[in-house]
Structures are given as C-alpha cells and as structure tokens.
C-alpha cells in the first residue's frame, strides 16, 4: 500500500521559510511524477508544483514562481517543497500528491495518491 507523508509545515510570519517534505512507503519514488497542492479554506485544491519522476521536468504555477522549488531525492523516496519570502495568502493545507506515470501535471484529477496534508500558515 502506497502512502505519503507530508511533514514541514508550521506557523511562519511574511517573508518567512518553509521547507516541505513527501515522504513514500510503499512505492519506489522514482517511477512517478509527483505533485504539490494546497487548499486553503473555502477554496479548491489547486497545484502548485510537480516534478518529472527524474527531476528533469518541472512546472510551476504562476503564482509561486520564483519563490516556491521543488526538488526530489529519490535515494531517500522523497520529494521537497521549498517555500520562500512567504506571503499570508500561502496559508493552507498543502499536499503531496503520486502521478501513477513519471510526466509532469498540474491538475489534482492526474493524481491517483494522496498525503494527509500538512498546515502552513502565515502570519505576523
């Protein structure tokens, strides 16, 4: 049984730091694209990064480009979300999603797994 595990979040204030981290039992990381999201209250869950199964594809959303990266370490079957300059609209639960193929993709529907999520807020 595949199962991820976010960890990472917390309670940051602006222009703060965040490192998120996908952790995988179960599967081989790297057969698989893998997916951030985040869902903030009241709202759908929107992506907002993935990452080819070798790294070597990336996609950002518009509105964390140049402050979010994500990376993976596949000898450690995990994947990174690196948060900078963080802004009180990045308040949410944010997941970790498996592709069951190793291309990138934005849409949550392309996802067939799914982390429990874990909470950043941002705030002064």
């Known amino acids: 049984q595949v199962q991820l595990v976010e960890s990472g979040g917390g309670s940051v204030q602006p222009v703060g730091s965040l490192r998120l981290s996908c952790a995988a039992s179960?599967?081989?990381?790297?057969?698989?694209?893998i997916g951030w999201f985040c869902q903030a209250p009241g709202k759908e869950r929107e992506g907002v990064s993935c990452?080819?199964?070798?790294?070597?594809?990336?996609v950002y959303a518009d509105t964390v480009k140049n402050r979010f990266t994500i990376s993976r370490d596949n000898a450690k079957n995990t994947v990174y979300l690196q948060i900078n300059d963080q802004k009180p609209e990045d308040t949410a639960v944010y997941y970790c999603?498996?592709?069951?193929?190793?291309?990138?993709?934005?849409?949550?529907?392309?996802?067939?797994?799914w982390g429990q999520g874990t909470q950043v807020t941002v705030s002064s």
């Open positions: 990452i080819s199964s070798s790294g070597g594809s990336i």
């Open positions: 179960g599967a081989t990381l790297s057969y698989y694209a």
């Open positions: 999603a498996l592709r069951g193929n190793s291309g990138t993709a934005i849409s949550a529907g392309e996802y067939q797994r």
